[in-house]
Every structure is written in structure tokens, then in C-alpha cells.
């Protein structure tokens, strides 16, 4: 017979805890509170617990900020456990992300680590980036890293400092880059397949409206190239410019292999 879940080791909970984020239930961030949050406390062990995958809770709770948010129909079957506040909320904006940022802030405030690195090397923040980066429709990720943002500076992260070390760990990353990359190279998503963007500048501040985040199209690339072939044809009495259209296939390389 099993015993009560209350009655289990700490990090036996946590990892059954933790196996809940497969699926991003409404009422997962107010259940995870109820049961990792006493009294505006966290233990020490909750704070500093990882997975298999070396991500902390703050890891997993930026992921659940940064997710595809599903839109609740009127239909909807809501857990009417949840207060009455958060019920309300979620029948008239269908986004349980207040839910999430609440949570954050409870851990931010307990002093949660917030550059710890998980197993590629990303700190909370920069898995909540590539996260909402994926999920977000036209790469529309700004106020999804916004809202994290408020949520430190109201629990009194200085975000300048903040934003500094955010940083070092993104140029820290180049050590897995080949030689001649640059920051820019780094793959926002590595899962399957790469994500279609890359990191071309990062700044930072005390405000959040002071971060910026510049993303590049993995294409633009080509597009020097493709202006370079356009106006060598035009108006000039020079022999045109062999080039080829940017990112079609070499038939030399074909050749010279036959």
C-alpha cells in the first residue's frame, strides 16, 4: 500500500510534482502553490531541486509562462477549487498565465537561483526566451519576457545586474560554437530541428522596457548576395556578376564530383 503523499520524501514529491508540466492543466500553477508554498515559504530543498534535465522549478515555471497559452471556450469546465478571483480571470481573458507569474513571484521572493543552468547551459530566463520563441505566433515573444521581467523588479531583482549576467551566459555559450561563429549563430531552439532565428543583439537595464532582444531570419544571410546580383545587371556595360541565386543548389559541386 502506497503511502500518503504528504508522508514521502521531499524530493520523491517533488519529482511526482514535477511530472505534471507534460501537460499544462489550468490549475497547475495554483496546485503546485498550494503544495510547494507555506505560509509565503519555501524550503530551501524545493528551491534547489532539478530534474533529470538539471532544470530547477524557476525552469519549469518560466517554461509554463512562455507556453502556448490555450484559448478556454465557453464551454469550458473550470476546477472550481481555484478562487474565486482566478476563476473569474480565466472565464473573461482565457490565460492562465497570471496564475504562473504569481507562483514566480513566490519563488523570486524565497531567492530562488535565477542563472542557474540547466542541461544546455540556459538559465531560467533564456529557456522562457526560447520557449515563448517557439510557441509565439510571428515571434511575438517581447511581453511574454515583459511580464517576467515586472515580476523581478517587484520583487526587488536589480535589473541591470540582472540583465549583466543574463548576458555573460549568453557570450558564455560560444564555447559550443564553432570556430569563425559568433553570437548570432547560437539556435534559439534545439530540439528536433533548430528554430529559423538567431540572437543578433541583446540589451539590457534597470527598467524592462529597457531590454531588447534582436532576432535575425536564418535567410537574411543571403540577402547581401541577392542585391549584389541584382544591381550588377542593372544600367552597367560591365559583364554581369556570376552568381548564383542565393541558396539554390551548386551544380560545380555536382560536376566536379562526377
Known amino acids: 500500500m502506497y503511502p500518503p503523499f504528504i508522508e514521502l520524501p521531499m524530493k520523491d514529491r517533488l519529482d511526482i510534482l514535477a511530472s505534471q508540466f507534460s501537460v499544462y492543466y489550468h490549475n497547475l500553477p ?3 502553490q498550494s503544495s510547494l508554498v507555506k505560509d509565503s515559504t519555501v524550503e530551501p530543498e524545493v528551491l534547489h531541486w532539478v530534474n ?18 490555450k484559448s478556454f471556450g465557453g464551454g469550458t469546465t473550470f476546477d472550481d477549487n481555484l478562487p474565486p478571483a482566478f476563476l473569474k480571470q480565466l472565464r473573461s481573458s482565457g490565460d492562465s498565465r497570471f496564475m504562473w507569474r504569481e507562483l ?32 509565439s505566433s510571428r515571434f511575438q515573444h517581447d511581453f511574454v519576457v515583459k511580464m517576467w521581467l515586472e515580476d523581478l523588479l517587484t520583487c526587488g531583482v ?5 540583465g549583466a549576467e543574463e548576458y ?4 558564455r555559450n560560444r564555447d559550443n560554437l564553432l570556430p569563425g561563429e559568433d553570437i548570432r549563430d547560437i539556435p534559439l531552439w534545439k ?6 532565428y538567431r540572437i543578433i543583439g541583446f540589451s539590457y537595464g534597470p527598467h524592462p522596457d529597457d531590454w531588447k532582444i534582436w ?18 545587371g542593372q544600367g552597367s556595360t560591365e559583364e ?19
Open 104 to 135: 514566480i513571484r513566490e519563488f523570486v521572493s524565497a531567492r530562488a537561483p535565477l542563472h542557474k543552468l540547466d542541461g544546455q547551459n540556459r538559465t531560467p530566463f533564456w529557456h522562457l526566451f526560447n520557449i515563448s520563441s517557439y510557441y
Open 215 to 232: 532576432v535575425s531570419e536564418i535567410s537574411d544571410q543571403f540577402a547581401g548576395d541577392f542585391w549584389e546580383m541584382i544591381e550588377a
Open 191 to 196: 530540439m528536433r530541428r533548430p528554430f529559423p
Open 168 to 171: 555573460i551566459v549568453l557570450r
Open 52 to 69: 533529470d534535465y538539471h532544470q530547477s522549478l524557476l525552469h519549469l515555471f518560466a517554461g509554463g509562462l512562455g507556453h502556448k497559452q
Open 158 to 162: 536589480d535589473l541591470q545586474k540582472y
Open 240 to 258: 554581369p556578376v556570376n552568381l548564383a541565386m542565393p541558396g539554390s543548389w551548386n551544380e560545380d559541386s555536382d560536376a566536379e564530383s562526377g
Open 30 to 32: 495554483t496546485l503546485l
